[in-house]
Nanobody
Framework: QVQLVESGGGLVQAGGSLRLSCAASRSIFIINVMAWYRQGPGKQRELVATITSGGSTYIADSVEGRFTISRDNAENTVYLQMNSLKAEDTAVYYC?????????WGQGTQVTVSS
């Protein structure tokens, strides 16, 4: 079992920045892939970024150049740094941990970007 707790969401003006955190209840070394997803109003959940246990990262085209994903192994935490935010980034952001064939999700954190 892995519990995930997201934090860092909030209301920000367009062009601003936020950093989301995802704290895991266990060492992230045992987690194959950690990922951030988002679900905007009336939209399907979409993948935003991933980071593997080896540190390899993936960033979706829609946020490439604006968002970065990173990890702090000592704190068992993964971060999503979001810069140059746009109104279309408004969504609930979810953290996901993939441990072999099992997936664990956090409760989500709301990000609202005002234009």
């Amino acid at each position: 079992q892995v519990q995930l707790v997201e934090s860092g969401g909030g209301l920000v003006q367009a062009g601003g920045s936020l950093r989301l955190s995802c704290a895991a209840s266990r060492s992230i070394f045992i987690i194959n892939v950690m990922a951030w997803y988002r679900q905007g109003p009336g939209k399907q959940r979409e993948l935003v970024a991933t980071i593997t246990s080896g540190g390899s990262t993936y960033i979706a085209d829609s946020v490439e150049g604006r968002f970065t994903i990173s990890r702090d192994n000592a704190e068992n935490t993964v971060y999503l740094q979001m810069n140059s935010l746009k109104a279309e980034d408004t969504a609930v952001y979810y953290c996901k941990a993939q441990v072999t064939s099992r997936a664990y999700w956090g409760q989500g954190t709301q990000v609202t970007v005002s234009s």
